[in-house]
């Protein structure tokens, strides 16, 4: 099995910054992608931001220069830096990744997800 353990979320006023970090564990033999969703009340889980095995990167234009995702390739984490936060940041934040397990089998895992409330 693969798990996926998020932290770092919670309460912020607009403008502040939060960190994000998600660990993968288990019988997990490589990583390819890796990246953070997010989900609004009402609305569809959307990509905020993807980081590649060689580091490519990719973000949702809404958090661009303002979020930053980084990886530990040696501790299999990903970390979403996330600045100058907005109200409309608020959501759960999921972490993804698709890996390739011992089994051979390749597919995408889910964190079970983190609060970020941005609120004055």
């Known amino acids: 099995q693969v798990q996926l353990v998020e932290s770092g979320g919670g309460l912020v006023q607009p403008g502040g910054s939060l960190r994000l970090s998600c660990a993968a564990s288990g019988r997990i033999f490589s990583i390819n992608t890796m990246g953070w969703y997010r989900q609004a009340p009402g609305k569809q889980r959307e990509l905020v931001a993807s980081i590649g095995t060689v580091g490519t990167l990719n973000y949702a234009e809404g958090v661009k220069g303002r979020f930053t995702i980084s990886r530990d390739n040696a501790n299999n984490t990903v970390y979403l830096q996330m600045n100058s936060l907005k109200p409309e940041d608020t959501a759960v934040y999921y972490c993804?990744?698709?890996?390739?397990?011992?089994?051979?089998?390749?597919?995408?895992?889910w964190g079970q997800g983190t609060q970020v409330t941005v609120s004055s």
């Open positions: 993804n990744i698709y890996a390739l397990n011992y089994h051979g089998t390749r597919g995408y895992y």
